[in-house]
């Protein structure tokens, strides 16, 4: 089975609509996909629909901003419940903090000669909501501020840069905790990707991420290197995650796999996807 379980939309930072996402998806000859747009499930609805109609096993899924060890951490939730309260408000509350992030972001700028980010960022961001750095970089890139879209972040957005904004992200185990009440599956994205200040760091995670009942952790992700992923393939034998994986999909013309292209699941180490393809096939 071919299957991608970490991709974005219009609802979030992505480039496509949930439905031009799906058509993508099925040129992909994808099997199983989920949407797991940045702190919501806006675009859920519509590429549900647009997911049965192509014959596509449909996850619903969110990809939840939360903060360890002073580093952002994303958690993806898998087979969630889009109408449960609990969880439409936890999402809801950090949808309000991107927007305040947002405007501190503009502040910044506005003080280095930059005018009119906030307008700009917000003008890109077809899911008002869901206001993130991508909508500024796109903005930095499309004014021809910079001349690279990542240019935008190592000179300004990334941490430590001067338009970058800590914010105070929900703690991990609250994310954990709110993905199952909501019926879904915790898994720790793309783990090789976090920038810690000391090596030990990542396994202190995968230690919490776990003792808070982390379910699984992403071995195959289209936004860390392959030696990433076999550091992260050995750590969920060793700690007895489920495996689980996805192309991190935002654009087309970005620099991670298309829908479905990430390396496949490792065949010896149980994965998220029979659970998955039992609930939604």
């Not at 519509?46 to 360890?68: D, H, K, M, Q, Y």
């Not at 305040?100 to 961001?125: K, T, V």
């Not at 915790?186 to 808070?212: E, I, S």
Request: charged share 25%; net charge negative.
């Amino acid at each position: 089975m071919r299957i991608d379980l970490h991709m974005h939309s219009t609802a979030s930072d992505g480039s496509l609509s949930p439905t031009e996402l799906v058509a993508l998806v099925r040129r992909q000859a994808v099997d199983m996909m989920a949407l797991t747009d940045h702190d919501t499930m806006a675009g859920v609805a519509e590429a549900r629909l647009e997911a049965e109609a192509a014959g596509i096993v449909f996850v619903p899924g969110a990809e939840i901003s939360t903060r360890w060890g002073g580093v952002v951490i994303h958690i993806v939730g898998l087979g969630l419940d889009e109408h449960h309260e609990g969880l439409k408000t936890f999402l809801a509350d950090i949808c309000r903090q991107r927007e305040s992030r947002g405007h501190l972001i503009a502040e910044r700028f506005d003080a280095i000669g930059i005018h009119g980010s906030f307008e700009g960022a917000m003008s890109l961001a077809q899911n008002q909501s869901t206001l993130s750095r991508t909508h500024f970089a796109r903005w930095l890139h499309n004014t021809g501020h910079v001349r690279q879209y990542q240019e935008a972040f190592d000179k300004y957005l990334k941490d430590g840069r001067p338009c970058c904004v800590t914010m105070e992200w929900p703690r991990i185990e609250k994310a954990v905790q709110l993905i199952h009440e909501a019926g879904g599956i915790a898994v720790l994205a793309h783990p090789g990707r976090y920038p810690f200040r000391n090596d030990w760091m990542l396994d202190h995670l995968f230690v919490d991420f776990k003792a808070c009942g982390g379910d699984a952790i992403e071995v195959s992700s289209g936004s860390q290197s392959e030696e990433h992923n076999r550091y992260c393939e050995a750590t969920a034998r060793r700690m007895g995650f489920l495996a689980s994986g996805g192309s991190d999909f935002h654009s087309e013309t970005g620099v991670r796999p298309l829908p479905g292209d990430q390396a496949a699941l490792p065949a010896d180490i149980p994965n998220v996807v029979e659970a998955l393809h039992r609930r939604y096939a």
